[in-house]
């Protein structure tokens, strides 16, 4: 950990990625280089890609010990947010609790990047804060919000809502945008300190809320409105963990796919990703940190089936000669990590050339993509073999 401590240096933010999204090892890599990243350099939030709403509840849990963890990872991990509900993300969310009760005036925290969902209790944030701070506001911010409530479980809300017209999706993020607008444009209720921090606190959640229904107005049958989508979903990651990071001034660490903390896209449907987003906002002071694998086992849905099929734990066998992992599984160690930032010449060379690499997302089967690795991420982790994660429920 003090050699990954060493390439991460004085980064504020490092994106952990992983080679697949339900692998055992790279979570507990991950929950390993928190823990030392927290009790080394001082980081003192973990961020996930999943929603702001969603955020927020876990956020509650990890500081106030607030609802029960099983519960919450249940209604909140539906739909296309399912390949996070492991065992492997509850033992780290449980040890940031435990860590917080040894030390409530130093606490770690979580927060959800992603815009996937806004749960009803985000409106009622934005509402409650209106209705106090700016009353005669409230009832025009209601007539915004009248009807875009969520009213059934996530999972639901995120299948029915693509079915709603192209028309009425855009006239709703257009609704949401003049609530975030009216919220900016009123400022706080004072020049008090708590009055600011309040006003700020309400303009991200009205900004969070008009993400996740501006990300769901682009056109889902188009190829490059749904490119349009993604990119958007990716800066909408990164300006969230860039806003965190400036306003609480603490040091993050991301945990999400490969495919989204690298500096070069992994997919020609992702034309620019999260991390190249955070370097925008934050130059060197952000690292990215990329798994690789030889060979192993994950949980993934059926890519035939869909996203609403159940997963299931698929295998691959030993990476194929001329891929990049397979050279990478030469080196002598079984598993190690690298910084191809200050690798041998030789070896720098090597990592620019795109070669096909694995990258295994939410479904499984998908074909390998040719990837540079030296220009998608700073630091390589390189796994010998990967199990399968533990699904909770």
């Known amino acids: 950990m003090r050699v990954l401590g060493r390439m991460i240096g004085n980064a504020e933010v490092v994106g952990m990625g992983e080679a697949t999204h339900g692998s055992h090892e790279f979570f507990t890599v991950k929950h390993r280089v928190f823990r030392h990243l927290v009790q080394e350099k001082g980081f003192r939030t973990f961020s996930l890609e999943t929603p702001w709403s969603t955020g927020l509840k876990i956020n509650d849990y990890v500081l106030h010990g607030r609802g029960d963890l099983e519960q919450i990872l249940d209604e909140e991990y539906q739909g296309v947010y399912k390949v996070g509900k492991k065992a492997e993300y509850r033992d780290i969310l449980q040890w940031m609790r435990e860590y917080n009760l040894r030390h409530p005036h130093d606490p770690v925290r979580f927060m959800g990047n992603d815009m996937g969902y806004a749960g009803p209790e985000l409106y009622d944030r934005v509402a409650d804060y209106v209705a106090k701070a700016h009353p005669r506001r409230a009832e025009q911010v209601n007539e915004l919000y009248d009807g875009l409530r969520p009213t059934v479980s996530s999972g639901e809300y995120m299948d029915q809502y693509l ?231």
Do not use: C
């Open 163 to 393: 079915t709603v017209p192209l028309a009425e999706r855009q006239d709703n993020a257009r609704r949401t945008g003049k609530v975030l607008a009216l919220l900016e444009k009123a400022g706080p209720a004072s020049g008090r300190k708590a009055d600011r921090q309040a006003h700020t606190w309400a303009v991200q959640h009205a900004r969070a809320v008009d993400q996740s229904l501006r990300g769901y107005s682009f056109g889902v049958t188009d190829l490059e409105e749904i490119r349009k989508m993604m990119t958007f979903r990716d800066k909408v990651m990164a300006d969230n963990v860039a806003w965190w990071n400036r306003y609480t001034g603490d040091k993050v660490m991301v945990s999400a796919h490969n495919t989204h903390v690298a500096y070069d896209s992994y997919d020609e449907n992702y034309p620019k990703v999260q991390g190249a987003f955070l370097r925008d906002h934050l130059g060197k002071r952000y690292v990215s940190v990329g798994f690789s694998f030889d060979r192993g086992s994950f949980r993934a849905f059926d890519a035939e089936q869909g996203s609403g099929s159940p997963e299931q734990t698929f295998s691959v066998g030993a990476s194929k000669p001329g891929s990049n992992e397979h050279l990478l599984d030469q080196v002598r160690y079984r598993d190690y990590l690298v910084d191809m930032r200050t690798a041998p010449a030789a070896a720098r060379a090597w990592l620019a050339e795109p070669r096909a690499t694995r990258n295994i997302g939410a479904a499984w089967p998908v074909p390998e993509q040719d990837l540079a690795l030296g220009g998608s991420h700073d630091v390589l982790i390189h796994l010998h073999e990967v199990t399968a994660a533990t699904p909770l429920g």
